[in-house]
């Protein structure tokens, strides 16, 4: 194999600020490992072309500008342009520690995957609200365990946020397709059935920023909620009964309120345990107790965001004819 050669893809709407943040983080990258950075702006009215020029002479960039087409395809763009043989996909609401590069490279040289993934954190200086929503699709007690906190390396599923691909499994799958959000989960699938490996790099983690409001949350999740039985139709193999806990979650919690006036309090007593432990949780990892509390908000707006378009979403692909562009064209870049 040849030696590894680092391009790190990153495409950017409209959030100028976000890529001088992450940029700043690149130039504090530790070792002597080289690497290219390739923007794609989305076909952005805020341009972050004015930021980048404050950088190029410092870090090895490439910017392209195009019509916007999403996520997906604006990653699939900057591959195509790319140098490297290993390419590295960020969000641009992404901070880069010191030693990511350095613990990717370390993990790849002793043991190649064609497919990797890391897990993100919160930083220190990040917001109440965004180290809350953090603690919702981070941590072990919620369905966002699977974002970085499985042990199980082997199989892990990449999200797009902090995701390693490389030059010839992208040209083997020819990339990310035109869903939105679930093109990334689309993409490892496509690859784990050419039965290339994916695995999960626990220290190349990054900070994400999520820089989004309470309703912009739910409606984040909420797509990801329809997006998953899309995948499961695509995908049969990939079907779990575990994407029904959100789903059954809410029902309960709804239920176990409704029975409160049949004097039966054993079930809204269950849910009363888990919401504490999950304020105690977060205000321990958080050293905050105002965390805590917003903790309680961001997982219940998960489970009821995620399960509801769950469920509508399975429920149309089984009544209605069609194919799942066609019933939900909100979800798909055309």
Not at 34 to 63: A, M
Not at 276 to 292: A, C
Request: aromatic share 16%; hydrophobic share 40%.
């Amino acid at each position: 194999m040849e030696p590894l050669s680092y391009s790190f893809i990153i495409p950017v709407y409209n959030r100028p600020k976000e890529i001088e943040e992450l940029l700043e983080s690149f130039l504090n990258l530790r070792g002597s490992i080289s690497f290219e950075i390739v923007i794609v702006e989305d076909g952005s009215t805020q341009t972050s072309k004015h930021i980048i020029s404050d950088y190029n002479e410092r870090l090895n960039i490439s910017y392209f500008f195009k019509e916007n087409s999403g996520p997906g395809d604006s990653r699939n763009y900057g591959m195509t342009y790319a140098k490297g043989n290993y390419y590295i996909i960020l969000d641009s609401d992404v901070i880069l520690p010191e030693n990511y590069l350095i613990e990717a490279d370390n993990f790849l040289s002793n043991k190649f995957y064609h497919c990797f993934g890391g897990p993100d954190a919160a930083h220190h200086s990040f917001s109440s609200l965004q180290k809350a929503i953090n603690f919702a699709m981070t941590s072990f007690i919620t369905t966002g365990g699977i974002r970085g906190g499985s042990e199980a390396l082997e199989d892990f599923q990449p999200r797009s946020f902090n995701m390693g691909l490389s030059k010839e499994a992208f040209l083997a799958t020819r990339g990310f397709g035109k869903v939105h959000p679930g093109e990334d989960p689309d993409l490892v699938l496509r690859i784990k059935a050419l039965n290339y490996k994916t695995t999960l790099i626990k220290n190349a983690y990054v900070y994400h920023k999520r820089r989004i409001s309470w309703r912009k949350f739910y409606k984040q999740v909420n797509k990801f909620g329809q997006v998953r039985p899309i995948l499961n139709k695509w995908h049969p193999s990939s079907k779990k009964i575990t994407y029904w806990f959100p789903t059954i979650f809410s029902l309960g919690l709804l239920l176990s309120i409704v029975v409160l006036f049949l004097d039966i309090y054993i079930p809204i007593y269950m849910y009363g345990f888990y919401l504490l432990l999950i304020f105690i949780l977060s205000t321990i990892s958080n050293k905050n107790i105002w965390v805590g509390f917003q903790s309680l908000l961001a997982v219940c707006i998960q489970f009821f965001g995620y399960g509801y378009g769950f469920l509508i979403s399975t429920i149309k692909l089984k009544t209605l004819k069609g194919k799942p562009e066609k019933i939900f064209p909100k979800l798909f870049f055309k």
